[in-house]
């Protein structure tokens, strides 16, 4: 005989399973959607999105596993989970904030050196009872936000876990998210649009940095030996070192026949400009560490000599007291100067660098008009760091970090070349017409390659002009792609490969850097000489006097030459 409870179903049981279902529906899409948050460009604001974050299937996965081993999630392990959840929802949202509003990933490392600092400065200007609501506030909202959490997951284990765990569909629905979320750990493209980026190994990452920066012999035991910078600069004989990264400067110019054909011309007439300004060049291709991004990856890498192919290097570096070229110049009277017209906000990797003079772009004080995502005109920016050095009677050597900006991409709108260098430093620095027609070219992403050629003509421009300014004097200069441009432009299967040229008066010197492989003119064999960080040592030698003092070759007219056919590289 039946019980009366299983004869017939109370009244009301179906809509109370459904509202109860409802609810766990809802709490799966929250929780969800705190691991999947996307930043809104350029704010601190986010938004949600329809991916499935591998945190909460992990979450899930948990639930199910305590529900089937207990028969019940406890007390203790909600408050356990909901924590540990809050650390991954605001880990989240650091991951998608921070390269919004400063172009770089979050470095616990730096930014929580940085975070008291910033606190107490942004709190000088506010009245105490401002910054006691503040902190309430902030408080409160972590508080709110771990409630929130823990209701949702409650409510997960109450109404859905026990109904999932009786049903094999649902099993099977729960392997097939766990080999998606492996297959995207593992780094497979496809699964990208439905499963976000995990936060994990974000955090896991950083406590590898912080790990090597905090444990006795954790920096040497991740990174490999610096290269010897015991030598002297005495090969320079006083010269200062100009060394400018040309952004996205990559050997796509010399290997695809399209952009090498557009950029031909300025090229010519850029070494053209050098001989006719007393000085030689020799170039070479190097290997940069990374493609189509992460310049800081190139920057370091050739200032400190150590490969920094893996980023987690470049990272667990910034943490060290590793000697760099910085330091080398610094040591023998050098002034270090980094000139950044790119960034406008705090920067605190900088400390690493150990610049004397750090000129970001506000300190630039570009008067002009704003063209384009990176606004400040290459040309203004080296224009306005020699006037304000001739303006100072500024006289001590010194070595220049300086990565430019036109060539980022979209490569447009871009700023047009102004022959008249005085007046690239007036507010009116352009034409109407001429500035009319610049900013009608809007960038368009599905069409890259040919606004790349024109960035690189105007790179070639602009280093043309600066060949004639009486402001290099015995100056070396050092051109150097960080890397190449993204593979819209390069097309799939490129090389890491980026030119280096380095443009000097003084023969000993260049022959020298020949006698290490580099060759005269623009247009050196198709052929990396080895990865960026070694270059550092490469100059070292060149720098210290090292190599045998040889005649420098010649190589009669710009371009004797000729332009490889692209098969010829293979």
């Not at 090229?267 to 070479?284: C, H």
């Not at 630039?364 to 009677?393: C, H, N």
């Not at 507010?427 to 890259?448: C, G, I, K, Q």
């Amino acid at each position: 005989m039946a019980r009366p409870a299983e004869a017939s179903p109370r009244p009301g049981a179906g809509a109370g399973r459904a509202r109860a279902l409802l609810l766990a529906l809802a709490a799966a899409l929250l929780l969800n959607g705190l691991l999947s948050a996307e930043n809104i460009w350029p704010t601190i604001l986010i938004k949600p999105d329809h991916r499935l974050a591998p945190e909460f299937v992990l979450l899930w996965c948990l639930l199910l596993g305590a529900f089937v081993w207990r028969g019940t999630v406890g007390r203790k392990t909600l408050n356990g989970l909901a924590g540990l959840y809050l650390l991954l929802v605001l880990g989240r949202y650091l991951d998608v904030t921070v390269p919004a509003l400063f172009g770089r990933p979050v470095n616990l490392y730096w930014d929580g050196l940085q975070l008291p600092r910033f606190l107490q400065v942004a709190g000088q200007a506010l009245p105490a009872w401002a910054l006691v609501l503040g902190s309430l506030a902030a408080l409160s909202a972590l508080v709110r936000l771990f409630l929130l959490a823990r209701a949702a997951i409650r409510c997960l284990a109450r109404e859905a876990v026990p109904r999932a765990a009786r049903r094999p569909a649902i099993w099977a629905l729960t392997g097939l998210a766990v080999a998606g979320v492996l297959a995207n750990l593992a780094g497979v493209r496809a699964t990208w649009p439905y499963i976000s980026k995990p936060v994990l190994p974000t955090y896991f990452q950083q406590a590898r940095v912080l790990a090597s920066a905090w444990l006795p012999g954790g920096i040497d035991r991740a990174l490999p030996p610096s290269p010897d910078f015991d030598g002297d600069l005495s090969g320079l004989r006083g010269a200062s070192v100009k060394l400018l990264f040309l952004e996205s400067y990559g050997a796509t110019i010399y290997d695809n026949a399209e952009i090498a054909d557009a950029v031909r011309n300025a090229q010519q007439r850029f070494e053209q400009a050098v001989t006719s300004s007393g000085r030689q060049l020799v170039s070479a291709f190097y290997r940069s560490p990374t493609f189509a991004g992460a310049s800081d990856l190139a920057h370091l890498s050739l200032l400190s000599g150590i490969d920094l192919s893996n980023p987690l290097r470049h990272d667990i570096l910034l943490t060290s007291q590793r000697p760099t070229l910085l330091s080398h110049f610094r040591k023998h009277g050098y002034q270090t100067i980094g000139l950044y017209p790119a960034l406008s906000w705090a920067w605190p990797e900088k400390r690493f660098y150990g610049f004397d003079r750090f000129i970001d772009g506000p300190a630039l004080q570009y008067p002009g008009p704003q063209i384009g995502l990176w606004y400040i005109p290459d040309q203004f920016t080296i224009a306005q760091f020699e006037q304000q050095r001739v303006a100072r009677g500024d006289t001590q050597p010194h070595l220049l970090l300086f990565p430019t900006i036109n060539t980022h991409v979209p490569f447009r709108p871009l700023p047009p070349y102004q022959p008249d260098w005085r007046r690239i430093l007036s507010p009116m620095p352009f034409d109407p017409d001429e500035l009319a027609r610049v900013l009608a070219d809007e960038p368009d992403w599905t069409r890259l390659r040919e606004p790349y050629g024109r960035s690189i003509r105007y790179t070639y421009e602009w280093l043309a002009g600066y060949m004639a300014q009486p402001w290099l004097g015995r100056d070396l200069l050092i051109l150097i792609g960080d890397h190449q441009p993204l593979s819209g432009v390069t097309g799939p299967g490129a090389s890491w490969d980026v030119p280096v040229h380095i443009i000097s008066s003084d023969q000993t010197l260049l022959a020298r850097l020949v006698a290490s492989g580099f060759e005269p003119g623009m247009n050196p064999t198709r052929e990396s000489r080895g990865p960026m960080h070694e270059l550092t040592e490469v100059l070292l030698r060149a720098f210290g006097g090292g190599g045998p003092d040889l005649a420098m070759p010649t190589t009669g007219a710009p371009h004797a030459v000729p332009i490889p056919k692209r098969q010829d590289w293979r």
